[in-house]
């Protein structure tokens, strides 16, 4: 197995650790977004303190996504050019696969924008907040995609097993979404005299993630 690694281009092991950890990563991000808006986790984890975690995994994520992307500009074998990366399908390795990756990417940008925009906007800001973070929650299935018909390693074991556990945790949190409502307005209203972080999560989490539909 380590003779066959040998011979393989260290970017090219790296582009490929790169977006499984991406992936990895993005599948955490919707699952936090999602269990903002439940109360399943009661104590065990605050509004707040998921909210920290959402934001973390948000930017982490972004970060090796443009890592994967960077490697496949210094990567020997591929080449991709800026062009490539940029525009949906216009590689010339796998276009279509590929471009689901670049339309991911797209998808996931417009939130962080507002997120730094938001404040100054004031109420539409909000609404903006809102409508990109639904397109980011709509990203996932469409990286998840590009997973499976890009990866070299899409189809082997442990892959099969970590797409069917990213699948399933997002399930479940949709589920707990569905199923463990909010707290009701008055007590969110309470709580935000008392703490307004947490109210700032409560209105930080869109009304309907995208993938409940
Ligand atoms: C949210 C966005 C993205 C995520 C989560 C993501 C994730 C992944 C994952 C998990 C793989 C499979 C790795 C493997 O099984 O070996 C992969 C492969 C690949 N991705 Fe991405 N990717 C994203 C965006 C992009 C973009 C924007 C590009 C470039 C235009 C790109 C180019 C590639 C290429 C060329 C491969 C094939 C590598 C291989 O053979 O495995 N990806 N990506």
């Known amino acids: ?6 011979n393989i281009p260290w970017t090219w092991l790296l582009i490929r650790a790169s977006g499984i950890t991406a992936w990895g990563l993005l599948t955490a991000v919707v699952v936090w ?17 998921l ?3 959402h934001r973390w995994l948000s930017a982490l994520a972004l970060g090796f996504l443009f890592l994967h992307m960077g490697l496949l500009l210094i990567d020997p074998a591929v080449q991709f050019t800026p062009t490539q990366l940029l525009i949906p399908f216009t590689s010339t390795w796998q276009p279509f696969a590929v471009g689901l990756g670049t339309v991911a990417l797209w998808m996931l940008i417009p939130v962080s924008v507002m997120g730094r925009l938001r404040s100054r906007l004031g109420k ?17 299935p469409v990286a998840t995609a590009h997973y499976v018909l890009a990866g070299t390693d899409a189809i082997a074991q442990w892959s099969v097993a ?19 409502p909010p707290a009701a307005p008055r007590r969110a209203a309470t709580a935000a005299e008392k703490a307004p972080a ?3 999560a409560a209105a930080e989490a869109p009304a309907e993630p995208a993938l409940v539909s």
Do not use: C, E, K
Request: charged letters at 10%.
């Open 33 to 49: 977004g999602i269990l903002l808006r439940t109360r399943v986790l009661g104590r065990v984890a605050s509004p707040q303190g």
């Open 124 to 140: 539409a800001g909000n609404a903006w907040f809102r409508r990109t973070h639904l397109i980011a929650y709509a990203a996932w």
């Open 162 to 180: 970590l797409l069917i556990a990213g699948t399933s945790l997002i399930v479940l949190a949709l589920l707990a979404r569905a199923f463990v």
């Open 1 to 6: 197995m380590f003779d066959a690694l040998a």
């Open 198 to 200: 947490v109210a700032n």
């Open 51 to 53: 909210l920290v975690m």
